[in-house]
């Protein structure tokens, strides 16, 4: 881009520490998009990649399967609530998002009922880059606004969160429930979007409602997943089951692309099927990539031997107490703290670049967006870096508060 300032060439990181090729050295705020949930360059991950790439980097996942994938498999459904335990492996968040949109259509098809082709999202809401999941991101912040026209009409609409919003949601779906394949939500956090948060009940509120119109219910987890907004997932957190969950981001510790969509026994059975156009119409090349599933069982291992969740709980402290002195500071809208999530809202910023700029001055790489400064450190991080990132922040955020009022 012709408006931002030239990429910073980095030559190798490690825990929460990027080294970059001019000798300079930056706290990591946001762990590559919050993937480096273990931080950067973990031995026990890397060593799980030296051995599988020695075996098998790749094979194709049609007609073969391999113990990484069934392993990684198991261990997912074991840690999702309920009965959600059939794994589907793609190569990208998006995809697994698209996959999982697919599923629940042709759900429908294979019982044949040919109307149910909507998806419902909402306001606030990414769920990715492509055009299937560029038609359920937020029609206005989402990003995506210049392609209004060249997507698929999906219904994106405002969060049942309050009593006018709940009322609305309730009488859009008894109108168009007929139409309406599943609602789709990133649950308790909307992340790129602008790191929003809400209740656990407006989840429970989406269950009960898709239930009894006999929706499914998507939760996106790709965000949330793997301990970052507190528990292991937010589906466990809020203790709401959904029908379908998607999982990519953090899933390889941040190491490889992999994603995952999986479905309850009950939409698997939609598929089981002797007739063969039944099944799945899905099959990315890369399907459940052997070194990628390496990384992420490693991934797993780390949250069973080291603390993550405990260690999480110590960053939502360290990071309310490290934002407090933001709150109610001139041009402030919002601070708010969710699990290793951080978060201070501006009323405007009025350059992203100059902000971002003044961050690697501080020796810390935070990317401010929208209106948000943001934090999503590595989980492991400790505690005098966390101190120095969220220092770096408040600085940041009151000089920038200043300028506009
Ligand atoms: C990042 C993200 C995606 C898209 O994932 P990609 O790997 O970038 O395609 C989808 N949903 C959510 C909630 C995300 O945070």
Redesign the pocket.
Same mark, same amino acid.
């Given at each position: 881009m012709k408006t931002a300032l030239p990429p910073i060439p980095v030559e190798r990181a490690s825990g929460s520490r990027l080294f970059l090729s001019d000798g300079r050295v930056l706290v990591d705020g946001i762990a590559s998009?919050?993937t480096a949930c273990h931080g950067y360059n973990h031995v026990h991950i890397a060593n799980a990649l030296r051995r599988q790439i020695e075996i098998m980097p790749h094979v194709m996942f049609g007609g073969l399967v391999h113990e990484p994938a069934l392993n990684l498999a198991r261990r997912l459904a074991q840690l999702l609530p309920g009965d959600l335990d059939r794994v589907f492996f793609s190569d %990208? !968040? %998006?995809?697994?998002?698209e996959v999982a949109m697919k599923m629940a259509i042709q759900y429908w098809l294979n019982r044949g009922e040919r109307r149910r082709t909507r998806i419902v999202a909402f306001h606030g809401?990414?769920? !990715?880059? #492509?055009f299937g #999941?560029m038609a359920v991101c937020d029609p206005v912040e989402g990003m995506h606004a210049l392609f209004r026209g060249v997507l698929p009409e999906q219904i994106v609409t405002a969060l049942p969160q309050s009593e006018e919003t709940v009322l609305a949601f309730e009488n859009l779906m008894a109108r168009e429930a007929g139409s309406i394949a599943a609602i789709l939500v *990133?649950p308790l956090v909307? !992340?790129? !979007?602008g790191m929003l948060f809400h209740d656990a009940s407006v989840l429970a509120t989406l269950r009960e409602i898709a239930t009894r119109y006999g929706c499914l219910l998507i939760f996106? *987890?790709?965000? #949330?997943g793997f301990g970052r907004s507190g528990a292991m997932f937010a589906c466990i957190g809020a203790g709401v089951t959904p029908d379908i969950v #998607?999982l %990519?981001?953090a899933l390889t510790g941040g190491t490889l692309?992999l994603?995952a969509t999986i479905a309850s026994s009950s939409v698997f059975e939609g598929f089981w099927s002797d007739e063969a156009d039944h099944a799945l119409m899905h099959g990315p090349t890369f399907m459940a990539n052997p070194l990628a599933c390496a990384a992420a069982n490693a991934s797993l291992d780390l949250f069973e031997t080291e603390p993550r969740l405990a260690q999480v709980a110590a960053i939502e402290s360290g990071l309310k107490e490290g934002l407090a002195p933001s709150r109610g500071r001139p041009g402030i809208a919002d601070v708010r703290v969710l699990g290793a999530i951080g978060v201070v809202e501006l009323e405007k910023i009025r350059d992203l670049e100059a902000l971002r700029a003044r961050f690697v001055g501080k020796n810390v790489w935070i990317r401010p967006f929208g209106k948000i400064v943001y934090l999503t450190p590595a989980l492991s991080i400790d505690k005098e870096d966390l101190r120095l990132l969220t220092t770096a922040v408040c600085e940041v955020a009151a000089e920038e508060g200043q300028r506009l009022s």
């Amino acid at each position: 881009m012709k408006t931002a300032l030239p990429p910073i060439p980095v030559e190798r990181a490690s825990g929460s520490r990027l080294f970059l090729s001019d000798g300079r050295v930056l706290v990591d705020g946001i762990a590559s998009w919050w993937t480096a949930c273990h931080g950067y360059n973990h031995v026990h991950i890397a060593n799980a990649l030296r051995r599988q790439i020695e075996i098998m980097p790749h094979v194709m996942f049609g007609g073969l399967v391999h113990e990484p994938a069934l392993n990684l498999a198991r261990r997912l459904a074991q840690l999702l609530p309920g009965d959600l335990d059939r794994v589907f492996f793609s190569d %990208s !968040g %998006s995809v697994a998002v698209e996959v999982a949109m697919k599923m629940a259509i042709q759900y429908w098809l294979n019982r044949g009922e040919r109307r149910r082709t909507r998806i419902v999202a909402f306001h606030g809401a990414y769920h !990715g880059d #492509t055009f299937g #999941t560029m038609a359920v991101c937020d029609p206005v912040e989402g990003m995506h606004a210049l392609f209004r026209g060249v997507l698929p009409e999906q219904i994106v609409t405002a969060l049942p969160q309050s009593e006018e919003t709940v009322l609305a949601f309730e009488n859009l779906m008894a109108r168009e429930a007929g139409s309406i394949a599943a609602i789709l939500v *990133e649950p308790l956090v909307q !992340g790129a !979007g602008g790191m929003l948060f809400h209740d656990a009940s407006v989840l429970a509120t989406l269950r009960e409602i898709a239930t009894r119109y006999g929706c499914l219910l998507i939760f996106d *987890e790709i965000f #949330t997943g793997f301990g970052r907004s507190g528990a292991m997932f937010a589906c466990i957190g809020a203790g709401v089951t959904p029908d379908i969950v #998607t999982l %990519s981001k953090a899933l390889t510790g941040g190491t490889l692309a992999l994603a995952a969509t999986i479905a309850s026994s009950s939409v698997f059975e939609g598929f089981w099927s002797d007739e063969a156009d039944h099944a799945l119409m899905h099959g990315p090349t890369f399907m459940a990539n052997p070194l990628a599933c390496a990384a992420a069982n490693a991934s797993l291992d780390l949250f069973e031997t080291e603390p993550r969740l405990a260690q999480v709980a110590a960053i939502e402290s360290g990071l309310k107490e490290g934002l407090a002195p933001s709150r109610g500071r001139p041009g402030i809208a919002d601070v708010r703290v969710l699990g290793a999530i951080g978060v201070v809202e501006l009323e405007k910023i009025r350059d992203l670049e100059a902000l971002r700029a003044r961050f690697v001055g501080k020796n810390v790489w935070i990317r401010p967006f929208g209106k948000i400064v943001y934090l999503t450190p590595a989980l492991s991080i400790d505690k005098e870096d966390l101190r120095l990132l969220t220092t770096a922040v408040c600085e940041v955020a009151a000089e920038e508060g200043q300028r506009l009022s």
